[in-house]
């Protein structure tokens, strides 16, 4: 087959590599392959598609039979359209301070989902029943909002990872006081490489209700998706994804990257070598003399603190953000597509920087 042409040209230089976020990475080649099938010919629009509807089966031998999903553009719609099926107009959620949909949202959760949400400081990322037992109280008073939902992220924002039995005790704990619970799975292939467990062992297998998995950082072009664990806890969620806009009208080209990477082993392949990245890039780091990793590294982010003055300058030679500016604190993420190659440069810049 001769290779498509087209007027658009490249306005970027592809040998420049950094360590900003696993989102600045492209498409893995195999779900590009994946988009090219599906395109051609007509199919029926909004999700009544062939591969929406094969969809539904690959993502049931991930989760069991009775998961449901239903895919969206992208991750904050996921963790809007997701909380909104299983809380009330007057329900809250309680969340980790760090978690993306305090920070990272815009308000999304609250402005377009109606929320409130009732955070929690913690020392790592991660939630526990004791830290949630300082936001779970006063349903029957009407002055405040009524906590409904806990939400949990896996991997967490600061990199680190639940194991099953840490989510099963939230779960236990969430239930017995009539909560669901809500995981944000935007990194959720890195935590199961971390764990070496299928994905079912800490979402469905231990109580999670409904799920956002994530795509776009493991090596899709765009698309994520809600995963409906416990259809009775849920409702009206077709009605919900379209009501907040993320209903895709050619939606074959989400459920076929979501086929790609999860028909066979391509998430797990793809999570396990930026895990595999991020502990070259902190076995490295923790030979320099001045630098601090802050938190495990069990997914595919190192969070370390170094003068700011070589931060800045580093920041010129490669991309990254800091996390905690006044505190001198970095995020350094690694993608399916960083090589060891990249790695190494990056700690020579280090070092170099370093010993200015």
């Given at each position: ?46 999700g009544e598609d062939d591969y929406t509807e094969h969809l ?82 006063g349903w029957d008073d009407e002055h405040r909002a009524m ?168 920041q010129k030679r490669f991309r990254f953000y800091f996390w ?33």
């Open positions: 087959m001769n290779r498509a042409k087209t007027d658009a040209r490249q306005h970027h230089d592809p040998q420049i590599r950094g360590f900003a976020s696993d989102n600045y990475a492209g498409a893995h080649p195999e779900v590009l392959a994946a988009l090219a099938l599906a395109n051609g010919g007509h199919q029926v629009a909004y539904q089966r690959v993502f049931r031998s991930h989760f069991g039979q009775r998961a449901q999903v239903f895919p969206v553009f992208n991750g904050t719609g996921a963790n809007v359209v997701a909380l909104q099926a299983v809380t009330d107009r007057w329900g809250a959620v309680i969340a980790a301070d760090t978690a993306h949909i305090n920070v990272d949202e815009c308000g999304a959760p609250e402005r377009i989902g109606g929320l409130k949400l009732l955070t929690v400081p913690t020392p790592d990322g991660k939630l526990t029943p004791e830290l949630i037992d300082r936001q779970a109280w906590p409904q939902v806990v939400s949990i992220t896996q991997s967490t924002e600061l990199g680190t990872v639940y194991t099953p039995d840490e989510v099963r005790a939230i779960c236990d704990h969430a239930h017995e006081r009539n909560m669901l619970v809500h995981l944000d799975g935007s990194r959720i292939a890195n935590a199961a490489a971390t764990l070496d467990v299928p994905m079912r062992a800490f979402t469905n297998a231990v109580g999670v209700d409904i799920l956002s998995f994530g795509g776009t950082k493991n090596g899709a072009v765009f698309g994520e998706a809600v995963v409906v664990l416990n259809p009775d806890a849920a409702r009206a969620m077709k009605h919900l994804r379209k009501l907040s806009m993320q209903l895709a009208s050619k939606m074959r080209f989400v459920s076929v990257q979501l086929e790609a990477l999860l028909a066979k082993d391509l998430w797990l392949r793809n999570a396990r070598h930026a895990n595999t990245m991020a502990q070259r890039l902190a076995a490295g780091v923790r030979e320099i003399p001045g630098i601090e990793i802050l938190y495990p590294v069990q997914s595919n982010g190192v969070f370390a603190r170094l003068p700011h003055e070589v931060s800045e300058r580093l905690d500016e006044q505190d001198g604190v970095v995020r350094w993420m690694c993608a399916f597509d960083t090589t060891e190659s990249d790695v190494d440069a990056f700690l020579l810049a280090i070092r170099e920087e370093m010993g200015r």
